[in-house]
């Protein structure tokens, strides 16, 4: 299914000169619908008695298909393009973030203030207690989004420059949907040690660091190092804002199936940094029916106690080297698919080879595990990680509540307690009498979200003993 209409990603306006006669623009329109581009606004920017310019905007399918659109429109007798600009490009000119400060200086009094002389008042200050910079700094509602840049989105490495766009929007989310300062840090290394040793030298100017698109396996020894090092939360937030949403997606899911967590089947597939990340939160939550599958088959299995006892590294129990029968062997009687690999790899006998009311969750991107035209008459709860079909699954749900929570309560370290409160109360911003087969998440608009997951984490993060602010007002000098 083509992502076209009022929210495709490849809608183009091009500039047309048109030879100012009967039927020139209808060839235009012509060909248009022949390419099956819709046609969008069109507009006059100027006439004369010989040709008149137009601007258009069409959707096109994809990137490729509106190159060629373009170049048969430039083939077309009387017809001179003149322009095209892409509107993902133009709302990217100059980037889509920026630094403003909360006080104008206006005046030589308030910069002696906020620069020198006045503040280096506060920076003695904090020379003497080292917790004041939480008070008087941006610290206390700051993040650092670190990348490599190897594990962009679904497309790969593509190197630090390429992420930048990225980490802008990432940046964007955190301001808009929790209040929160995020700054995109793009490091032009791939080298784990170097990594820990840039995060752990800049994280004095930060509340939280948030690790993003950093490749798997190396991610796991970076989350791991930097947390054993730092005095700050640090979350990976591939692996665990996705596995907080599924926790609360399937948490919905079941109570419309009316299966308990701790009797389902499930398959998990694809043990990237996401699905490991899942495995472990799944089994935290009380899954004791779990089977892991990579290209290999079931690499992923043992005993309910034996892979709760190590959830914490599942390396114990994984057998790449060894697996125990293929993907299909897995879904034998299951209850719950959880997809996070490839599209297109189940089909109709796959699925009805699981149990009744089957749950299947097929995050691949742009291209479903199975598709969902086809999952829809052969399960009874589906999702994706997309948002053109109900149930998007999408770690915007989780990360912004996560981090707005922590820093609330200056938490040391973001837990599985944490993570779990936050998938709990991500699940239950819905209504019980409102969830429904296509509605077992909310939506990424839905203004209770953070704060519900925020309060759910800093409470946690009370009860674990991780929390330092104190319930009273900020101390002052």
């Not at 100059?94 to 020198?116: F, P, Q």
């Not at 700094?137 to 790969?156: C, E, F, M, P, W």
């Not at 892991?292 to 790449?320: F, H, S, V, W």
């Not at 779990?420 to 009498?433: V, W």
């Amino acid at each position: 299914m083509n992502d076209t209409g009022p929210y495709s990603n490849y809608r183009l306006t091009v500039r047309l000169e048109l030879a100012n006669k009967p039927g020139v623009f209808a060839r235009v329109a012509a060909l248009l619908a022949e390419e099956q581009a819709n046609l969008g606004a069109v507009d006059i920017v100027s006439a004369t008695k010989t040709c008149m310019v137009r601007d258009v905007t069409f959707d096109a399918q994809s990137e490729a298909h509106g190159k060629k659109v373009l170049a048969r429109l430039a083939a077309l007798s009387d017809v001179t393009v003149l322009s095209a600009s892409d509107r993902i490009f133009l709302l990217h000119l100059g980037g889509k973030i920026r630094v403003e400060g909360k006080i104008a200086i206006s005046t030589r009094n308030v910069l002696s203030m906020v620069y020198t002389p006045g503040v280096g008042r506060v920076a003695q200050a904090i020379a003497q207690d080292k917790s004041k910079a939480y008070v008087f700094t941006s610290k206390s509602n700051s993040v650092a989004i670190v990348t490599d840049g190897s594990a962009v989105l679904g497309l790969g490495n593509l190197g630090p420059e390429a992420a930048l766009p990225v980490m802008e929007g990432k940046a964007m989310l955190f301001k808009e949907l929790a209040g929160i300062d995020a700054w995109p840090l793009c490091l032009n290394t791939q080298d784990p040690d170097v990594i820990v040793r840039i995060v752990q030298g800049i994280a004095p100017g930060f509340g939280a660091i948030n690790l993003e698109d950093i490749g798997a396996p190396r991610c796991f020894e970076i989350e791991r190092r930097l947390k054993q090092s730092l005095d700050v939360p640090v979350m990976h937030d591939d692996q665990h804002g996705t596995a907080v949403v599924i926790l609360a997606a399937l948490t919905n899911a079941l109570r419309v199936v009316g299966k308990r967590i701790e009797q389902v089947r499930v398959v998990v597939n694809g043990l990237g940094a996401a699905g490991t990340a899942c495995c472990r939160m799944l089994l935290a939550a009380g899954v004791s029916h779990l089977l892991g599958c990579d290209k290999e088959g079931i690499i992923l299995y043992g005993e309910a106690e034996q892979l709760r006892a190590c959830r914490a590294d599942l390396a114990g129990c994984l057998t790449p080297e060894n697996p125990r029968g293929t993907l299909r062997d897995a879904l034998k009687g299951a209850d719950v698919f959880i997809g996070l690999s490839v599209g297109n790899i189940l089909s109709a006998e796959d699925l009805d080879a699981m149990a009744t009311d089957r749950i299947v969750f097929a995050m691949a991107n742009p291209d479903p595990e199975v598709s969902p035209e086809l999952a829809a008459s052969h399960c009874r709860v589906f999702a994706t990680g997309r948002s053109d079909y109900p149930n998007q699954i999408n770690n915007a749900l989780a990360f912004p509540g996560i981090f707005r929570g922590a820093l609330d309560v200056q938490a040391a370290e973001i837990n599985e307690v944490m993570k779990l409160a936050a998938a709990n109360a991500l699940a239950h911003t819905i209504p019980e009498g409102a969830v429904s087969e296509d509605y077992i998440i909310p939506s990424l608009f839905d203004k209770t979200v953070v704060p519900n997951v925020a309060q759910a984490v800093a409470a946690a993060a009370r009860d674990t003993g991780v929390a330092r602010r104190r319930n009273k007002a900020k101390s002052e000098m």
